[in-house]
C-alpha cells in the first residue's frame, strides 16, 4: 500500500481508505470501546473540539531509503478532562441495526460498515459534541 499522506486519520491515511472503500469493520471478542480505533477517524472529520493537530518528526525507511517526514496526529487536549466513551455508540449502532452482534464459540463478534458507522458518529456529534465522550473532574494532588 503507496502512503499517499502521513495525516494519520485524515482522508488519505489507512483509515480514510477503510472508509472509501466502505470497510466491514469485525470486532472478536472486544466491544467498540475497546477495539474502534475507527473512531478516532470520524472524530477528526467532525473537527471535535476535544481534540488537536500535532505534529511529530518519523524516520521512515524503506529499504536503504531513509526519510524524514512530519506525521500529523488528531491528539487528545490533555487541558480537558474527559475520556473516550463509546458504550452509547455501540448502543445506538445495534439499536438501529447499523452493527450487528453475534455470538460464536463463548464470544462475541461485531461487524459494521465504516460509512454506515461514520455517517451515525457524524449525524450523533452534531446533536451532542460530547456524544463521544464522558467529561470527569479533575483530579486533585
Not at 491515511?13 to 466502505?22: E, H, T, V
Not at 473540539?49 to 496526529?73: L, N, P, W
Amino acid at each position: 500500500m503507496n502512503l499517499e499522506s502521513y495525516d494519520c486519520f485524515g482522508e488519505k491515511s489507512l483509515f480514510g481508505k477503510l472508509y472509501a472503500m466502505n470497510t466491514a469493520y469485525v470486532l472478536f471478542g472486544v466491544d467498540m470501546q475497546l477495539g474502534s480505533s475507527y473512531v478516532y477517524f470520524s472524530e477528526q472529520k467532525a473537527d471535535v473540539y476535544y481534540r488537536y493537530f500535532k505534529y511529530f518528526t518519523a524516520i521512515i525507511v524503506s529499504g536503504k531509503k531513509r526519510i524524514v517526514e512530519q506525521v500529523r496526529y488528531f491528539v487528545r487536549d490533555l487541558d480537558i478532562h474527559y475520556r473516550d466513551y463509546w458504550y452509547d455508540l455501540e448502543a445506538l449502532a445495534l439499536k438501529r441495526q447499523i452493527a450487528k452482534a453475534a455470538v460464536y464459540n463463548c464470544g462475541r463478534i461485531l461487524v459494521m460498515r465504516s460509512k454506515d458507522i461514520d455517517a451515525l458518529i457524524q449525524t450523533q456529534l452534531k446533536k451532542d459534541k460530547h456524544f463521544l465522550i464522558s467529561l470527569k473532574k479533575r483530579d486533585k494532588g
